[in-house]
């Protein structure tokens, strides 16, 4: 029987998780897929789909930041933010796809959006990348129970 607690907390994890909070979900994933009980394909979409929103939320958090590239407190100078917009022009895009990887994931997605990535470009990549990652933490925890 599908419980929407568990539904609910889930989706809270997985985008808390994609956000710069210091936060896991793959256990919770884990947890509830070892307990069964819900169907798997369902808790891989909530998963996915709270994890690839708490990422979106911090691409919009960087497309914010991008209107106070001129502000004193701005982090960088116009000539580093001119630099780091060419590294990621050349390289970062594709680095999306690693958007799940701890530690650098989360800031990867600021940027993103501080760099202007397109929302469709942007949304398609880490949403491979997230949804991969899922799917291998499924497949382990069920090998696993």
Do not use: C
């Amino acid at each position: 029987m599908a419980d929407p607690y568990a539904y609910a907390g889930l989706f809270l994890a997985a985008f808390l998780a994609a956000t710069l909070l210091p936060m896991q979900s793959e256990a919770v994933l884990a947890a509830l897929l070892v307990a069964g009980g819900q169907p798997v394909a369902a808790l891989l979409v909530v998963a996915s789909l709270g994890n690839v929103l708490g990422a979106t939320l911090n691409w919009g958090l960087g497309r914010w930041l991008w209107q106070a590239r001129d502000s004193r407190w701005f982090p960088a100078s116009p000539a580093r933010l001119a630099q780091a917009e060419h590294w990621y022009r050349r390289y970062g895009r594709w680095s999306l796809l690693f958007s799940w990887l701890p530690v650098i994931g989360d800031p990867l997605t600021l940027v993103a959006g501080l760099l202007r990535e397109p929302l469709p470009v942007f949304l398609l990549l880490v949403s491979i990348g997230k949804i991969g990652r899922y799917l291998l933490v499924a497949e382990l925890a069920l090998q696993a129970a």
